[in-house]
């Protein structure tokens, strides 16, 4: 039995996304830009999944673009952003645990001159919005933060932090790191009035290679690429339609199963919590009331390598962190102020619309399996 806890990292394409991509490869396989009626059939792709992409936001489909994927997402909102709004400020405020792709961008504009303001969670593991409005100030000309951690899941207060700062700072451009929670979560754009909003394909069950940022009326950004007037001349080069058909089908069967998976979430998530805590070596280190939809875990004393590696022989994958550290030591959990045994020990588990009961038992009994040999050879 082939056991899939890494969805985090990926989730396996659907197979309504698979038969669109292939479709779309084989039948509408003109490019959206030419005038011709092959071309007409794959413009009409595009409109389709701006308008379900659109649904889910409860936003104007001409607010979508469509991108490679969400670093290539976050780095237009946040550069794109920061260069159409060069005379409002030079400040960023950010927070402690983001992804490498907001990470890393912010800190290539801070060797440019920018200040970074980077908040950090409390000494619960949890955000508070209080901390994001008191960094935010007058030079602020950018505020970017993800919705949910992909490491430990902590959900942070983005409709707190949203609607506080836009009554305070009316202009503020504010971008959110929607990866992790998009289509999980509520994200009605009505209701909260951000500007700005990544999204990736691949964590969602389309194919890798495809993700997306909304964006407001209004805003305007600098693109990072220069070519072409595809995507509103923010995102040039001939758009990859059959991913984009895959996306459309994944979005789609999103917001028609989202509630049941998230209960399978829900109890994948319980079901371990509760069984992991009879387990005397083991470590919670998501909290509670992070998303159902992954459990970040620690054996202290059995490096996190090691342990995945063991998984893995019985045919079992989870991950030690964010898929892009490449097994480095989190900067995340050493952020969340995790002790440095749990950081080398950490395992994330994450959970798709198929995991069983079963699956996880059988992870549970190769864990203990795992704990009694490594802990014989570690003493």
């Not at 399978?264 to 805590?277: D, V």
């Not at 590696?309 to 989870?318: A, G, K, P, T």
Request: charged letters at 20%.
């Amino acid at each position: 039995m082939e056991i899939y806890l890494d969805n985090c990292a990926t989730t396996k394409v659907c197979n309504e996304a698979a038969s669109a991509c292939m479709e779309a490869m084989t039948q509408q396989y003109g490019n959206p830009s030419s005038l011709h009626k092959k071309g007409i059939d794959a413009e009409s792709i595009l409109t389709s999944a701006r308008k379900t992409t659109a649904s889910i936001l409860n936003c104007d489909p001409d607010s979508i673009i469509f991108t490679s994927g969400a670093t290539e997402s976050n780095n237009l909102a946040i550069l794109g952003g920061t260069a159409a709004r060069k005379r409002d400020g030079k400040t960023i405020v950010t927070s402690t645990v983001e992804h490498a792709s907001v990470e890393q961008t912010v800190a290539f504009l801070e060797k440019q001159g920018y200040t970074v303001k980077r908040v950090k969670p409390r000494p619960d593991g949890n955000f508070a919005a209080a901390d994001f409005i008191d960094a935010v100030d007058h030079d602020t000309v950018l505020l970017t933060f993800m919705m949910v951690n992909n490491e430990l899941g902590t959900i942070l207060p983005y409709e707190s932090i949203v609607s506080s700062l836009r009554r305070k700072y009316p202009k503020l451009l504010i971008h959110m790191d929607a990866v992790q929670g998009f289509t999980k979560f509520p994200l009605n754009i009505r209701k909260i009035d951000v500007d700005l909003i990544s999204f990736s394909g691949h964590k969602l069950y389309a194919p890798k290679g495809i993700g997306g940022l909304y964006i407001k009326k209004g805003i305007r950004l600098e693109p990072v690429l220069h070519g072409g007037s595809q995507e509103r001349s923010l995102r040039s080069g001939t758009q990859a339609v059959p991913f984009i058909a895959a996306l459309d089908q994944a979005l789609r069967l999103c917001m028609e199963k989202g509630p049941q998976w998230m209960e399978t979430y829900r109890y994948c998530n319980h079901y371990l919590r509760e069984a992991l805590q009879k387990i005397p070596e083991v470590m919670i280190n998501s909290p509670e009331n992070a998303s159902p939809h992954l459990l970040n875990i620690s054996v202290p004393g059995i490096p996190s390598e090691i342990m995945l590696h063991f998984l893995e022989q019985h045919d079992i994958f989870v991950s030690s962190g964010s898929a892009c550290s490449k097994g480095a030591k989190s900067v995340v959990l050493k952020a969340y102020g995790l002790p440095e045994e749990q950081v080398k020990s950490a395992l994330r588990l994450s959970f798709s619309k198929d995991t069983t009961k079963e699956q996880l038992d059988v992870f549970l009994d190769t864990l203990e399996q795992g704990i009694r040999r490594f802990k014989a050879v570690i003493r």
